[in-house]
């Protein structure tokens, strides 16, 4: 047992890093086959929410700015291939920060194409991409700087934990709005 904690990493940041990036490969290798199947169904249903991506639930543009690309299932395939390859990749002590910066990328393109799937589309699909933005930015995850800031680990804290308050707070908001508490499902 000693053996394997010599090769875990002292640093938390790459710590989190890690876990994080096997996690969400994991999970990936995981869910890729039945969500090609259902983009295959949905690419070719011939619905018109069909021909639009976004991130969320809501089809939209990336960040409000950059249209999503309309992938076919063959290539939502190939890319999600590619994104597992490179969270796996950034696990390598070999240029982590690359490998999560075009693990974002990917992921761009990736996680819009699934915004109705019921199973991935909301939060997830909101904050992978943005905390692999984060990770790629970590220089404590850089080998030849060898810099122990853990300021990433505190953004991505103070990042998730506003996404989900304002999530909450729009819930709540909108429920006295609209006279309909939002807990009832519809």
Known sequence: MEDLLAFWPANPVRQFQLLYCCAIAGA???ALGPQTRFLGWFHHSGLELAKKRGLGAHPCKLYGLIPPPVLSPA???AVGVALI???????LPLAPRVFLFVGFVLSLCYFPQMF?????????TILIPSILFILSCAPSLDPQLRSGSEWPLVLIRVYVASGYFSSGTCKLLCSAF????WGKGP
């Open 178 to 181: 609209f006279n309909r508490w």
């Open 28 to 30: 990936l290798s995981y």
């Open 116 to 124: 109705a799937e019921v199973t991935c589309s909301g939060h997830s």
């Open 85 to 91: 390859g490179c969270l796996l990749a950034a696990c």
């Open 75 to 77: 290539h939502f395939r």
